[in-house]
């Protein structure tokens, strides 16, 4: 499964087969019409693909994982940010809503709202929660077993992407990142 042109943006390696061969023109001179379908003149010349950019190549990634995700997440009912809300619940029993707003950085107040639909579905509970108290927020054990079901998800989505059957440039960037961060 190779990635596709849509995947690779602003890459200065070769993105088909095609280009890789390079292309050849089924006839010389003005007017001819290359494998592509493009028409060229005397003077055209091809131009040169733009530099690779870190940034974009990685957002476009970015992009895609999280679609991935969330497509995977669907069925349980969680979205990435929720995901990643348990996961950080998880990671830090009692934390605060100071806390969570930190690790997630989004605002305290988008914290709360978040919290209490996650309460309302019996994922978390806060064992502290009166005015004028810190909060004290923890998994239940149904967000336990859904965070289970999610990281089984997420999973099946690294395989899909980063694992031996994938794309040979998304198995070195998985390769990379667990080298980066352990595994």
């Avoid at 005397?42 to 530099?51: G, I, K």
């Avoid at 929720?82 to 988008?110: E, K, N, T």
């Avoid at 005015?131 to 998994?139: D, K, N, P, V």
């Amino acid at each position: 499964m190779d990635l596709a042109a849509r995947d690779r943006p602003f890459c200065a390696a070769p993105r088909t087969r095609s280009e890789q061969s390079g292309l050849h023109s089924v006839t010389t001179g003005p007017g001819a019409v290359l494998k592509t379908g493009q028409v060229t003149t005397e003077n055209d010349a091809r131009p040169a693909p733009p530099p690779t950019s870190t940034s974009i190549v990685l957002l476009t990634l970015a992009h895609r994982i999280e679609t991935e995700l969330g497509t995977a997440l669907a069925p349980l009912g969680l979205t990435v940010s929720r995901l990643g809300l348990l996961g950080h619940i998880a990671g830090v029993p009692g934390a605060s809503f100071s806390d969570l707003s930190r690790m997630s950085g989004i605002s305290v107040q988008s914290i709360h709202a978040a919290v209490k639909t996650l309460a309302g579905a019996g994922l978390v509970r806060d064992n502290t929660a009166r005015a004028g108290a810190a909060s004290t927020i923890e998994l239940t054990p149904a967000g336990s077993r859904l965070l289970e079901q999610a990281m089984t998800a997420v999973s099946d989505v690294d395989g899909r992407l980063f694992g031996a059957d994938a794309d040979p440039i998304l198995r070195q960037v998985g390769d990379a990142v667990r080298a980066a961060f352990g595994d």
